[in-house]
C-alpha cells in the first residue's frame, strides 16, 4: 500500500492534502500547529502533532512512507526537516517546498536532499506562460500595435465578404 507522509502545515498544505487523499493508500501528516491539527484531520488523512524535524517521530512512523513532502512556512525549517527526513529514510523520494523568501544557502541545501524542490515563484511562472502560450503574447503585441495606431485604420476584406469575414474584420 502506498503511504505517503506530509511533514508541517505550511500554506500550500491543504491543496496537496485534497490531491493525495484523493488518491489510493495512506496520508499521514506531521505538524508542531496544534490548530492544524484537528483542521487537517479526514477519514483519509492521519495528523499527529509532533515536531517533523525530530528523527526520532519519523523513524517510529509504521509503515514507512515511499514519498514525502515537506511543506513547512519557513524555508530554513524545511531544509532542517528535509536533511532529517533524508538521513531516517534515505531511499524515500522527498519533494521540499522551498518557501516565498528564500536565500541561495537554503535553496542549495534543499537542492541536496531532496529530489524534488518546489519553488512557489517558478511554479506560477510555469502556470501563467502554459495558460498564456505563445498564442497569448501574441495576441498582447497585436493589442499594443493597434492601440499606437494614430488616426484612422483601414480593415480591409475581400470582394464578397461572408458574415464571418465580416465578424473577423472587425
Keep these: 500500500m502506498t503511504s505517503r507522509l506530509v511533514l ?30 484537528d483542521t487537517l484531520r479526514t477519514d483519509a488523512i492521519t495528523v499527529q502533532l509532533a515536531d517533523p524535524a525530530d528523527r526520532s517521530v519519523l523513524s517510529s512512523l509504521d509503515p514507512t512512507p515511499e514519498t514525502v513532502f515537506v511543506a513547512v512556512g519557513d524555508a530554513k525549517r524545511n531544509a532542517a526537516v528535509a536533511q532529517a527526513v533524508r538521513s531516517v529514510f534515505p531511499s524515500v523520494m522527498l519533494v521540499a517546498y522551498s518557501g516565498l523568501e528564500t536565500d541561495p544557502a537554503v535553496d542549495d541545501a534543499l537542492e541536496r536532499v531532496a529530489d524534488r524542490v518546489v519553488d512557489p515563484g517558478a511554479a506560477i511562472t510555469d502556470h ?5 502560450g505563445e498564442a497569448g503574447l501574441r495576441t498582447r503585441q497585436l493589442q499594443r500595435v493597434l492601440r ?11 470582394d464578397n465578404p461572408d458574415p464571418d469575414a465580416i465578424a473577423s474584420g472587425v
Design 8 to 37: 508541517g502545515a505550511g500554506p500550500l498544505v491543504r491543496s496537496l492534502l485534497d490531491e493525495l487523499a484523493a488518491g489510493r493508500g495512506e496520508v499521514t501528516v506531521l505538524t508542531e500547529d496544534e490548530h492544524r491539527v
Design 128 to 132: 501563467l506562460m502554459e495558460r498564456i
Design 148 to 158: 499606437d495606431v494614430d488616426g484612422t485604420l483601414a480593415v480591409v476584406m475581400h
